[in-house]
Nanobody, 124 residues
């Protein structure tokens, strides 16, 4: 059984940084596409960042709104994926979810496993 557990959320001021972590069990993150999604109240869920499966380096994709501020990284030894968020803005306020799937050729493929989410609140 695959389980994903997010941690690291919190309440910060605009301009601050947070580091989210997604700990996986039941499946190796190196063999999985791992993504961070977020959902703000009244808005649709959106992809924030994604790292593809790959033993050495996986292809990485970011939403335009977070490019240059957020960094996704994988620690295969710890079986975790992190999302470093810098220069946070009030618009980044949302529940952040970690999701995983087997390597998918089609990037639009659904994710099979989801964490419970962690709240990030950025005040101005």
């Amino acid at each position: 059984q695959v389980q994903l557990v997010e941690s690291g959320g919190g309440s910060v001021q605009a301009g601050d940084s947070l580091r989210l972590s997604c700990a996986a069990s039941g499946r190796a993150v190196s063999n999985s596409d791992i993504a961070w999604f977020r959902q703000a109240p009244g808005k649709e869920r959106e992809l924030v960042a994604r790292i593809q499966a790959g033993w050495m380096v996986g292809s990485i994709k970011y939403a335009d709104s977070v490019k240059g501020r957020f960094t996704i990284s994988r620690d295969s030894a710890k079986n975790t994926v992190a999302l470093q968020m810098n220069s946070l803005e009030p618009e980044d306020t949302a529940v952040y979810y970690c999701a995983a799937r087997p390597y998918a050729v089609q990037d639009s493929s659904e994710y099979d496993w989801w964490g419970q989410g962690t709240q990030v609140t950025v005040s101005s």
